[in-house]
């Protein structure tokens, strides 16, 4: 085992894999992250399905059968999807059982096309819960307006959820209450609220991405010298967010109540620049009761080469509020930039579904 994803775990955070596929699962490659690379938890979204599907034949038998029965492409990711899914949580359940579901948990997103349908986001979170038919799974649902009721309405159904696609602060508090809403309803429903769990996916490398083009335009010195610096920021501010809501008389009542904490997920912790340590997103969000979710790739970079110092959020929230004035000093919007990022976001994910159903339907066709 990696010694330095060992003592990364030891610190709170739970190692999650960014990426799935049939051929990793009958290889067996899961397991062996599991083992040895302390990987805890497994993450999906369309982009990560449609390559898989275009890499060697793990598909052929199943596309084959969906072919000759007539499946609508729609069904057909579906079924497709919910398989591996339901395959990597059995594969990461005794890490669910040995850490009282904590860990082991394996997340499938929504169609996200539905992102801006309230209604039928959560019929969608409802069939997908059910087809998986797993208790260590997640379901995705983007943080957009229009997903907040639905986030508070699977959890009440019971349903646990990862909230995807937060980029602002003021949004991600609004899906802390949107998960307390979740719980409370669910309690009143008569639902173990042991058995509910949530995590908060907070994007970080897109933030970088955004501000640091903005502060290029600006071009002065004072604004060249913050690039690389929002995203982290951002983060921490988000993390004493958390922290807020975890000291409220309204969490506590709920945690009487067996409650877990919603945890904060960093979300997309590849960096984009190049100039940028590889490692950036994983050695400067190190803070106990937190996910950090990579690409397999900068997995075996963390393995290689992360800084494990010990707490690398919570002793600078004063340096995250100076980096983020500083930023509006030199006329940065943030406003404006997690707007576009939302917006960005929710058509990405929606281009990625495309592409997902027009792979799997060029490969029903040649099955």
């Known amino acids: 085992m990696s010694e330095i994803l060992r003592r990364l775990s030891g610190h709170g955070v739970s190692l999650w894999l960014d990426d799935i596929s049939r051929e990793r699962l009958r290889t067996g490659n899961l397991a062996e992250l599991v083992r040895d690379k302390s990987v805890v938890g497994v993450t999906s979204n369309p982009t990560i399905f449609a390559n898989a599907l275009r890499k060697g034949d793990a598909y052929a038998a199943q596309l084959h059968d969906l072919s000759v029965r007539g499946v609508d ?46 209604d039928k986001t959560i019929a969608e979170a409802r069939a997908l819960w059910w087809m998986v038919d797993r208790p260590n799974l997640y379901i995705k649902i983007p943080a957009t307006v229009e997903g907040l009721p639905a986030i508070t309405r699977a959890l009440a159904d019971g349903i646990s959820v990862n909230v995807t696609l937060i980029f602002s602060l003021e949004r991600y508090r609004q899906v802390m209450d949107a998960w307390l809403t979740g719980l409370e309803q669910a309690a009143a429903a008569g639902h173990d609220l042991a058995a509910i769990s949530s995590v908060a996916s907070f994007f970080v490398s897109r933030v970088d991405t955004e501000i640091d083009k903005r502060l290029d335009a600006v071009g002065t010195d004072e604004a060249l010298a913050l690039r690389g610096k929002a995203a982290i920021a951002n983060a921490r501010l988000a993390f004493a967010a958390f922290e807020d809501v975890m000291a409220s008389p309204r969490w506590q009542a ?49 393995a290689d080469h992360a800084r494990v110092d010990g707490d690398t959020v919570r002793p600078f929230y004063e340096k995250a509020w100076n980096n983020m004035a500083a930023l509006k ?19 990405k994910f929606e281009e990625s579904w495309v592409e997902l159903l027009d792979t799997v339907e060029a490969e029903l066709k040649k099955a």
């Open 73 to 118: 492409v729609g069904e057909a990711v579906r079924l497709i999807t919910t398989f591996d899914i339901r395959w990597a949580c059995d594969v990461l359940r005794p890490v669910y059982d040995a850490t009282a579901g904590v860990d082991g948990r394996v997340s499938i997103e929504v169609d996200p096309r539905l992102a801006r349908e309230t």
């Open 254 to 302: 709920l945690a009487a109540r067996g409650a877990r904490p919603q945890r904060p997920l960093w979300a997309s912790t590849g960096t984009k620049n190049k100039d940028y340590p590889d490692t950036l997103y994983v050695d400067e969000l190190v803070t106990p009761g937190t996910v950090n979710t990579l690409p397999e790739k900068t997995l075996e970079a963390a």
């Open 329 to 347: 000093e030199v006329g940065i919007d943030y406003d404006d930039v997690v707007t576009v990022l939302e917006d960005e976001g929710v058509e």
